[in-house]
Each structure stands twice: as structure tokens, then as C-alpha cells.
């Protein structure tokens, strides 16, 4: 029953990221669903922090569904950026949380609790602004999931890890997307 689990869990993903990387508001319902089910995947093979991250994705899944939903002037929300120094902070202050999380977690019994404090500190500032359309999201994205991918391979968790693998891959086509999108929307205003 979990294999399958799995299985649906990987099949939600992809649709997920497919849809998000068009910028397509029904990302946000799918991603619910799948990030449901990871929740019990994960406390499954004791990696509480990843599941402590999904009951996020869920969250912020009504959040980005609103958020993308909301109309300023009967317009889609635009994409945005963030300047050099606010990624930098971003980055300063999760690489600072990783450490902490990585122990605390270790002491409860986490599984590979720094390779899951990474994935889950920075998944919460990369779904925060992916929800936000920050073009950067795409870029933390890539690094998160790769990262990923180790974790849930060392996990035996192989259908998961090859998901992260293809969430990988779409990143950088998102990024691309939105980066195309942001141009347009750019040279529109201009």
C-alpha cells in the first residue's frame, strides 16, 4: 500500500511542477493532495522534518492557490524579483537555521536530520516565494531538490528521489518560463 502511495505521491508532483512551471493556478490544488500524502510518507521513514514541510506545502498551497487567485486591477499577479542583497539575506538566514533544526531533529530520532534541516528550511523560503511569483524561487528550486534527491536515494525511497530529480530539471525550465514572462511583463510596463 505505501509503494503505491509513493507512486501517487510522484504522479501529483510532476503534475504539480508542470503546472506551476506554466504558471497554472491548479498547481496549487494538486500540490495539496500529493504533499498529503508525503505527509504520512515521511513519517513512515522518519524524516519528520520533511513531513513537518509538507504539512507546510499544504498550507502554503491554500495560500499560493489564494494568492495566484487574488486579482489587483483584473490582472494576474506579475512576476517580481529580488534584488542580490535579499537573496543573500534569505540564504544567510536559512543556512544559519539548517544547523540548528539539523540537531534538534537528530536528537528526536530524524533520519540524515542535516540533509533533511537543509531540504526543509530552505523548501519553506522557496514556497513562500514561489507563492509570491519571485522569479528567483526557480533557482532555490533546483538546489533544494537535488539535495533532495541524495536524501530520499540514501532512504531507498527511488521513485521519490527520481521525482526530485525531474523537479530539478523543471526548475530550470520554470526558471526560463518566468524569465521569458518577466521580460514581457517588463517591456509591457516600459
Known amino acids: 500500500m505505501e509503494t503505491y502511495l509513493e507512486y501517487l505521491a510522484v504522479a501529483l508532483g510532476v503534475l504539480y511542477v508542470l503546472l506551476a512551471s506554466k504558471g497554472n493556478i491548479w498547481c496549487w490544488p494538486v500540490g495539496i493532495i500529493g504533499s498529503g500524502l508525503y505527509i504520512f510518507i515521511n513519517i513512515q521513514h522518519y524524516l519528520f522534518q ?23 486591477h483584473h490582472e494576474e499577479q506579475d512576476i517580481s524579483r529580488f534584488s542580490v542583497t535579499k537573496n543573500v539575506w534569505l540564504m544567510i538566514a536559512g543556512a544559519s537555521l539548517v544547523p540548528l533544526f539539523g540537531y534538534v531533529f537528530a536528537r528526536l530520532g530524524n533520519s540524515l536530520s542535516y540533509y533533511d534541516s537543509t531540504v526543509t528550511v530552505f523548501s519553506f523560503i522557496a514556497t513562500w516565494m514561489t507563492a509570491r511569483k519571485v522569479l528567483e524561487n526557480w533557482l532555490y528550486w533546483i538546489a533544494i531538490d537535488a539535495i533532495a534527491a541524495v536524501m530520499y536515494a540514501v532512504k531507498g525511497l527511488y521513485p521519490t528521489a527520481a521525482l526530485y530529480v525531474f523537479f530539478s530539471i523543471v526548475a530550470v525550465y520554470g526558471f526560463t518560463e518566468w524569465r521569458k514572462q518577466f521580460r514581457l511583463e517588463q517591456k509591457a510596463v516600459a
Do not use: C, R, T
Open 50 to 72: 520533511d513531513a513537518i514541510l509538507q504539512s507546510y506545502y499544504v498550507f502554503a498551497g491554500f495560500y499560493g492557490w489564494w494568492k495566484w487567485n487574488k486579482k489587483e
